[in-house]
């Protein structure tokens, strides 16, 4: 037997720096078996068999000469193990750990430490080595690359591995941009020991970029076949990577056996919430519809809404027709609340719409929704008419009663706006917000929400301002009470009244308010704050503002975006443009990130969309001021330094891309603008976000080739995906794929069928997002020459939305191209009609005479009327920009050009941040008069 005593040596020095020298000198080697200047090479098995050498010296010899081989040894080692001499399979062991340790004579001293405190160290511990370890470069990622594979505890496998994946997504585009593409590979391939479903989609995002994912799906292959701990973990890898290479067999099969065995990765605790696992996402991806409608749907929004879905997709029509029909006469619990019930939703979400309406006005638990939905077929009579028909609804009390009699006022006084009766819409709108004060922070926050939305798009400002400051102050009043705020969470009120302005008026209500007049009410305080960043603040009012800020906007944030955005408004860029910068230059930026700020940019606007973090939108701002004054250079540098700060988010580097090129810089300019196709890795949500803004500005080959990518890293049931696939459609439409379209749009429907607790912002949404499916169906089938199809898909779309501006004006002009003038002409008549007769009725109305020139300019018909119409509707209602983007089509198309450039450049004077009313400009300067309307593209 062998004591102790004869592994003293290699025990000891298995993690101590000083036993492991980098490099062993003829001075240092052990004696051999052979007189020096005589020996021979020995092979990795001859030193194996020196390992049970009677002689000790020789033992040494042999146990150092295999470390100081490395990798090239493991074989020879790996067969020792077997060997018969316990001393030989011992050494060898202790070999193997070291290499498995990441412990070589090359691993610096620095990388030696991080290992030694890795194994020994707590969850916390082991998470701060894997930062150490990554940031030592090679050596480091090397020894990583060992530890992960075999030493950590089941326990922190979790919790390190998303740890690693966060740390990743900062580190991996600071590496590309160093075009240091095999190290950021082998920094991914760290996510392939783990279980983080979001780190194994950054892994196989890369490989599908890099046309790598087919030559690793073979390499995970064979590690998977190993078995074991390993084997499990490339298994999960591999389901990945070969969905990344196409090989949707192989992944499905991977897939469902360790889902079966209970061992495939999981979705995040964050969204843990969602009911479909990795494996029914990987199904629905890849077109696997019957497995799934035979699956499990218990947790969705409309458990039987989903398996329709699944049915119809699988072909399975008359199952599907089946539970259609008995979704109409399905139980609901009364009183809803502000939610549309699982059976309604089902109907809505699978072409059955007017079953649904007529549903929801059997229920009458909903009127603010029907009515929306009513508003969007131009159904206003029937829509305004739901107030006295329930007797359920006016006779039940409660706060939940009163909020929901609230919620359809609101929506009442929005459409009496709409449709010109501008007093007895106030007074409603008054009401509202009486009865919004007397009901639970909660119910009446909504209430506030709603309240507010209704008078934004009725065009009154004004009074969204009263009703919304006298809520605040409510609000300030209550924070004490933990009770959540309706100035902050999703969709602020701050934000529908100010936009992406709403973290900025937070400010300027902050610092006016508390140096307000003392006779000055709530609202017109929160009007001054209007004026100031809709640019229509008088001198005086701005030189008042400007010294209220003070010291208070020289170190933080939001005033500087605050101060910037009033500057912006009046025109001032230079001023807007220094401010930034001023605060940009600043030594000391630890409120950049928002830690210190009461109101922090990312807390607010804009945030809840894709669930992004804003905050990157200060270098945005900059960056764009400078392109505007033609600074491209320093515009480049700003981008780049806030892509620097937030360097997995692409919109900095596309920008600084875009500027350099305007520069003249073209290589390096195109180099940015492709590498920020590949810095979000899997994160579909910041590739939305990306997305959004390529379309908004126009960029559509950059804005195919994000939706191609989307389609690779969005697949896995997480949070906002749908507003990712609704931008991924509205893509589609602009560079006309209609079958793009289509799927993106079906994928948006089926994440509101499937996803608890998530909702359409916009009531009408129930109705005319599944409708635009239908729409695309229309236009593919016009674009693919099968025209009688396309006809009569528009019309079965016009019977369900008969006022729809974006079908008509899509399909018409089309139809007209290739002769079918008929049919081109009745489909433009039923939509005109559905608005020139709701204008008969509803004469001072300026939304209807809106929507009919817009209707009449995308087509090319009744452009005398329309001309008559934009006018009128201008003249009744001149703050709505919309009204004038109208007048400003109709006077292109009649052949006007001076003045609908006129028209839209005023328009960008007065929202000077809009991309689409500058390329509008542009348009009008140069294409020709029956130059198709922009899609996709507005604000």
């Known amino acids: 037997?062998?004591?102790?005593?004869?592994?003293?040596?290699?025990?000891?020095?298995?993690?101590?720096?000083?036993?492991?020298?980098?490099?062993?000198?003829?001075?240092?080697?052990?004696?051999?078996?052979?007189?020096?200047?005589?020996?021979?090479?020995?092979?990795?098995?001859?030193?194996?068999?020196?390992?049970?050498?009677?002689?000790?010296?020789?033992?040494?010899?042999?146990?150092?000469?295999?470390?100081?081989?490395?990798?090239?040894?493991?074989?020879?080692?790996?067969?020792?193990?077997?060997?018969?001499?316990?001393?030989?399979?011992?050494?060898?062991?202790?070999?193997?750990?070291?290499?498995?340790?990441?412990?070589?004579?090359?691993?610096?001293?620095?990388?030696?430490?991080?290992?030694?405190?890795?194994?020994?160290?707590?969850?916390?511990?082991?998470?701060?080595?894997?930062?150490?370890?990554?940031?030592?470069?090679?050596?480091?990622?090397?020894?990583?690359?060992?530890?992960?594979?075999?030493?950590?505890?089941?326990?922190?496998?979790?919790?390190?591995?998303?740890?690693?994946?966060?740390?990743?997504?900062?580190?991996?585009?600071?590496?590309?941009?160093?075009?240091?593409?095999?190290r950021a590979e082998a920094l991914l391939a760290l996510n392939a020991f783990g279980p983080s479903t979001t780190g194994l989609l950054d892994y196989a995002t890369f490989l599908h970029l890099r046309g790598r994912a087919k030559a690793v799906t073979t390499e995970l292959d064979a590690r998977r076949k190993e078995g074991g701990e390993r084997g499990d973990a490339a298994a999960n890898a591999l389901v990945f990577v070969a969905r990344a290479a196409g090989n949707y067999p192989l992944a499905r099969t991977v897939a469902k056996e360790l889902n079966a065995g209970g061992k495939l990765a999981h979705l995040p605790q964050s969204t843990n919430s969602l009911p479909p696992n990795v494996y029914e996402s990987l199904l629905e991806s890849t077109g696997a519809w019957s497995e799934l409608a035979d699956g499990d749907h218990g947790q969705a929004n409309s458990p039987d809404g989903v398996k329709i879905f699944h049915l119809r997709a699988a072909g399975r029509t008359k199952e599907?027709?089946?539970?259609?029909?008995?979704?109409?006469?399905?139980?609901?619990?009364?009183?809803?609340?502000?939610?549309?019930?699982?059976?309604?939703?089902?109907?809505?979400?699978?072409?059955?719409?007017?079953?649904?309406?007529?549903?929801?006005?059997?229920?009458?638990?909903?009127?603010?929704?029907?009515?929306?939905?009513?508003?969007?077929?131009?159904?206003?009579?029937?829509?305004?008419?739901?107030?006295?028909?329930?007797?359920?609804?006016?006779?039940?009390?409660?706060?939940?009663?009163?909020?929901?009699?609230?919620?359809?006022?609101?929506?009442?006084?929005?459409?009496?706006?709409?449709?010109?009766?501008?007093?007895a819409a106030a007074q409603l709108f008054a009401r509202v917000a009486d009865r919004a004060a007397t009901l639970n922070q909660g119910s009446g926050g909504q209430v506030?929400?709603?309240?507010?939305?209704?008078?934004?798009?009725?065009?009154?400002?004004?009074?969204?301002?009263?009703?919304?400051?006298?809520?605040?102050?409510?609000?300030?009043?209550?924070?004490?009470?933990?009770?959540?705020?309706?100035?902050?969470?999703?969709?602020?009120?701050?934000?529908?009244?100010?936009?992406?302005?709403?973290?900025?008026?937070?400010?300027?209500?902050?610092?006016?308010?508390?140096?307000?007049?003392?006779?000055?009410?709530?609202?017109?305080?929160m009007k001054r704050v209007r004026g100031l960043l809709a640019g229509t603040a008088t001198k005086a009012e701005f030189d008042h503002a400007l010294a209220c800020a003070g010291r208070e906007s020289s170190r933080d944030i939001n005033g500087a975006m605050a101060v910037a955005g009033a500057f912006r408004a009046a025109g001032r860029l230079d001023d807007a443009a220094a401010e930034l910068s001023r605060f940009a230059d600043l030594p000391n930026q630890a409120q950049m990130e928002g830690d210190d700020s009461p109101n922090p940019i990312g807390s607010g606007a804009r945030a809840w969309v894709f669930g992004t973090d804003e905050r990157?939108?200060?270098?945005?701002?900059?960056?764009?001021?400078?392109?505007?004054?033609?600074?491209?250079?320093?515009?480049?540098?700003?981008?780049?330094?806030?892509?620097?700060?937030?360097?997995?988010?692409?919109?900095?580097?596309?920008?600084?891309?875009?500027?350099?090129?305007?520069?003249?810089?073209?290589?390096?300019?195109?180099?940015?603008?492709?590498?920020?196709?590949?810095?979000?890795?899997?994160?579909?949500?910041?590739?939305?976000?990306?997305?959004?803004?390529?379309?908004?500005?126009?960029?559509?080959?950059?804005?195919?080739?994000?939706?191609?990518?989307?389609?690779?890293?969005?697949?896995?049931?997480?949070?906002?995906?749908?507003?990712?696939?609704?931008?991924?459609?509205?893509?589609?439409?602009?560079?006309?794929?209609?079958?793009?379209?289509?799927?993106?749009?079906?994928?948006?429907?089926?994440?509101?069928?499937?996803?608890?607790?998530?909702?359409?912002?916009?009531?009408?949404?129930?109705?005319?997002?599944?409708?635009?499916?239908?729409?695309?169906?229309?236009?593919?089938?016009?674009?693919?020459?099968?025209?009688?199809?396309?006809?009569?898909?528009?019309?079965?779309?016009?019977?369900?939305?008969?006022?729809?501006?974006?079908?008509?004006?899509g399909v018409v002009p089309e139809l007209d191209k290739i002769g079918r003038k008929k049919d081109a002409d009745e489909l433009f008549r039923t939509a005109w009609t559905a608005h020139t007769k709701l204008l008969v009725d509803n004469p001072d109305s300026p939304w209807v005479r809106y929507a009919a020139a817009w209707l009449a300019a995308g087509c090319g018909r009744e452009l005398d009327t329309a001309l008559e119409y934009a006018k009128k509707a201008v003249e009744l209602d001149p703050v709505p920009r919309s009204y004038k983007e109208a007048l400003a089509e109709v006077l292109f198309r009649r052949g006007d050009r001076p003045a609908a450039v006129a028209m839209m450049k005023e328009l960008v004077t007065a929202d000077r941040r809009s991309h689409y009313y500058k390329r509008q400009v542009e348009r009008y300067q140069t294409a020709g008069f029956d130059s198709p309307l922009p899609e996709g593209d507005d604000d």
């Open 616 to 809: 990157f939108r200060f270098w945005l701002e900059l960056g764009d001021l400078l392109v505007e004054q033609g600074k491209f250079k320093d515009a480049a540098a700003r981008y780049e330094s806030g892509w620097r700060k937030y360097p997995s988010n692409p919109l900095l580097l596309y920008f600084s891309g875009r500027a350099l090129l305007k520069a003249g810089e073209e290589k390096e300019g195109r180099r940015r603008t492709e590498l920020a196709h590949w810095v979000a890795l899997g994160n579909a949500r910041l590739r939305g976000r990306f997305l959004e803004e390529l379309i908004t500005r126009g960029f559509a080959a950059d804005a195919r080739r994000e939706c191609e990518l989307i389609r690779e890293s969005g697949w896995l049931c997480e949070s906002h995906l749908g507003n990712v696939w609704n931008q991924v459609a509205r893509a589609s439409v602009m560079f006309k794929d209609f079958p793009g379209a289509i799927a993106a749009n079906r994928r948006a429907i089926h994440y509101i069928l499937r996803t608890p607790g998530v909702s359409y912002v916009e009531g009408h949404a129930y109705l005319v997002v599944p409708q635009l499916a239908n729409a695309f169906a229309a236009r593919e089938a016009l674009a693919a020459g099968r025209v009688d199809e396309a006809v009569a898909k528009a019309k079965a779309c016009l019977v369900v939305t008969p006022g729809n501006v974006e079908l008509v004006t």
């Open 1 to 182: 037997m062998i004591g102790p005593s004869r592994y003293a040596t290699l025990l000891a020095c298995a993690f101590t720096a000083t036993a492991f020298p980098t490099a062993v000198t003829p001075a240092d080697a052990p004696p051999g078996p052979t007189a020096p200047g005589k020996q021979t090479a020995s092979t990795p098995d001859d030193l194996v068999r020196d390992l049970g050498s009677a002689a000790f010296p020789v033992r040494e010899r042999a146990t150092k000469e295999l470390w100081k081989l490395g990798e090239a040894a493991r074989p020879a080692l790996t067969a020792g193990l077997k060997s018969g001499d316990a001393e030989v399979a011992q050494r060898a062991r202790e070999i193997l750990d070291k290499f498995d340790a990441g412990v070589f004579p090359d691993t610096p001293p620095e990388v030696l430490k991080q290992i030694r405190e890795f194994r020994g160290g707590t969850a916390e511990t082991q998470q701060a080595v894997v930062t150490a370890l990554i940031r030592l470069g090679d050596p480091g990622v090397a020894a990583l690359q060992k530890l992960l594979a075999k030493d950590v505890p089941a326990e922190n496998r979790e919790q390190l591995f998303e740890h690693l994946d966060l740390l990743l997504r900062t580190e991996v585009p600071k590496v590309l941009f160093e075009d240091k593409v095999n």
């Open 448 to 525: 506030v929400k709603q309240l507010v939305r209704a008078e934004v798009r009725s065009g009154r400002y004004d009074l969204a301002c009263e009703h919304f400051a006298a809520a605040v102050v409510r609000d300030e009043t209550n924070h004490q009470r933990g009770i959540p705020s309706i100035s902050s969470s999703q969709l602020s009120g701050y934000e529908m009244l100010f936009d992406a302005d709403a973290d900025a008026a937070q400010f300027w209500w902050r610092v006016l308010r508390k140096k307000k007049p003392a006779d000055e009410t709530v609202g017109a305080t």
């Open 320 to 423: 599907a027709d089946e539970l259609l029909d008995e979704q109409k006469d399905a139980s609901s619990s009364p009183f809803a609340g502000s939610g549309i019930d699982p059976a309604t939703l089902a109907l809505l979400a699978n072409d059955r719409p007017l079953d649904a309406i007529e549903r929801m006005q059997t229920l009458r638990t909903t009127p603010h929704l029907l009515a929306d939905l009513l508003a969007a077929r131009l159904d206003f009579s029937a829509a305004l008419a739901l107030a006295p028909m329930g007797k359920k609804l006016e006779e039940a009390s409660g706060p939940d009663i009163e909020s929901t009699r609230a919620l359809y006022d609101a929506r009442r006084g929005q459409m009496l706006g709409r449709l010109g009766k501008r007093d």
